[in-house]
């Protein structure tokens, strides 16, 4: 299966909280009673070695649960390999999702949109190729945060074979001020879980079992800060 990231939230008293986003003041807050009864929820999006675009919802319960499946753009995107997050807008009547991709050795901008139900709509597929030079990187993700109308970041980040990590910053479509840290040769996958103005938060599986969080500053060092939160255990690797 491609590797698709993923994306968290939390639903309480109908307020969704997302990182870098206030909550409007007309959301009245949640009681102890609902916090203590309202799960978290994460929303997963992932590419099958079909090229099916699936979307699956989860609640944070004891053990997690799946809440949801639904298969959006099927055949879409055949050998897709790796895959940033994708940014999901509501337009009408439904949902357009837009994003970056690695096929083989090339980058791709890719893009649909959804009707209602979450199906693609014919003739709305976008497949723009970016440039070469990928098939060397093992992972890929893109961090987007706003937080105002004028604090608003988009970074890309991939991760090489030999362990390197970098770091472009988007404007508009043009990739800039690439920056990078060595020293990842042991991570087998990164995952984004927190964004601030200042920090990227990822959690990194290892080959040999272990899991870490890694914070990286959005400056220009992007020096990592790195914790391990998991000894080496059966499975992870």
């Known amino acids: 299966m491609a590797k698709w990231n993923r994306r968290a939230l939390c639903l309480m008293a109908g307020a969704v909280l997302v990182p870098g986003l206030t909550v409007s003041s007309a959301v009245a807050a949640p009681t102890a009673g609902q916090q203590a009864t309202t799960a978290c929820k994460a929303l997963s999006m992932s590419v099958t070695t079909g090229g099916d675009h699936i979307e699956r919802d989860f609640a944070a319960t004891t053990p997690p649960s799946q809440t949801l499946e639904v298969k959006g753009a099927v055949g879409a995107f055949p050998q897709a ?25 090339a980058m791709y901008k890719v893009g649909y949109q959804a009707d209602a139900a979450r199906k693609l709509v014919p003739g709305t597929l976008v497949k723009t190729r970016v440039g070469g030079g990928w098939s060397t990187f093992t992972d890929f993700e893109t961090s987007r945060y706003n937080e105002s109308a004028t604090v608003h970041r988009v970074s890309q980040y991939a991760l090489r074979s030999d362990g390197t990590l970098f770091r472009w910053t988007m404007s508009g479509d043009t990739w800039t001020k690439p920056v990078s840290a060595a020293g990842f040769s042991s991570v087998r996958t990164m995952a984004l879980i927190s964004q601030t103005r200042t920090y990227d938060t990822f959690v990194a599986s290892t080959k040999g079992g272990s899991l870490y969080t890694v914070h990286l500053p959005t400056d220009a060092t992007m020096k990592p800060t790195v914790k391990q939160i998991s000894a080496p255990q059966k499975g992870w690797q």
């Not at 940014?87 to 999702?97: C, K, Q, Y």
């Open 81 to 105: 390999r790796l895959a940033g997050a994708m940014l999901a807008e509501s337009v009408a009547p439904g949902t357009r999702f837009s994003g970056w991709m690695i096929f083989g050795d």
